[in-house]
């Protein structure tokens, strides 16, 4: 059983910067590809961006950044002039895929219980 843990949520002013971790553990972390969703109030859950096990990047590119610390076993999501859009419940997830992060949630069988962000104007 994979658990996954997010941390560094906040309350950040637009245009400024946060870092969320993501904390693996239960399983061989380097065999997970690992993706970061978002939920909005009244809105669907959203994929923002994803990482494979060897590292290639999916989705999202230019103002966030995803990596991962397979010595850590931890997956970051840097966040860098963020705007109040931006404000929702940020998920880490685990699918165990060889290939690509996919962009879809059914194919995620792990998830996190989500970090809030929120982004004042």
């Known amino acids: 059983q994979v658990q996954l843990a997010e941390s560094g949520g906040g309350l950040v002013q637009a245009g400024g910067s946060l870092r969320l971790s993501c904390a693996f553990s239960?399983?061989?972390?380097?065999?997970?590809?690992m993706g970061w969703f978002r939920q909005a109030p009244g809105k669907e859950r959203e994929f923002v961006t994803g990482i494979s096990w060897d590292g290639r990047v999916t989705g999202f590119s230019g103002r966030f950044t995803i990596s991962r610390d397979s010595t850590k076993e931890m997956v970051y999501l840097q966040m860098n002039n963020v705007r109040p859009e931006d404000t929702a419940v940020y998920y880490c997830?685990?699918?165990?895929?060889?290939?690509?992060?996919?962009?879809?949630?059914?194919?995620?069988?792990?998830w996190g219980q989500g970090t809030q962000v929120t982004v004042s104007s």
């Open positions: 997830a685990a699918d165990d895929s060889r290939g690509s992060a996919s962009s879809a949630l059914q194919d995620y069988k792990y």
């Open positions: 239960g399983r061989a972390f380097t065999t997970y590809a």
